[in-house]
């Protein structure tokens, strides 16, 4: 069987993850080796919010400080990650 995913040149690979959401993006580096860091040169760094906090949690003020903080600091890391030349 041919891998023609693995013929793409790592720009379009690159183009492709820039129009997903950061968590999907990160999730395509498991499908080929060669894929494994490529998510880290992404154009455009997109964090669906609607995954992070939902009205439910922000009913509790408390959790929701404890919630954000979390997902700020995902976010800290995930730019410490990037190796885009830009945004």
């Given amino acids: ?4 995913l693995g013929q793409l040149p ?3 690979i690159v183009s492709i993850q820039s129009q997903l959401t950061v968590r ?5 580096s498991s499908l080929l080796t ?6 880290m040169h ?3 760094l997109n964090f669906d919010v609607s995954q992070f906090i939902t009205w439910k949690i922000c009913h509790y003020p408390r959790l929701c ?15 410490d990650f990037h190796k885009g030349a830009h945004l």
């Fill in 10 to 12: 790592d720009e379009v």
């Fill in 65 to 79: 400080r404890k919630e954000g903080m979390k997902h700020i600091n995902l976010i800290n890391n995930v730019l």
């Fill in 42 to 44: 992404v154009t455009r």
């Fill in 34 to 39: 060669q894929w494994h860091y490529l998510w």
């Fill in 1 to 4: 069987m041919e891998d023609r």
């Fill in 24 to 28: 999907e993006a990160v999730q395509t």
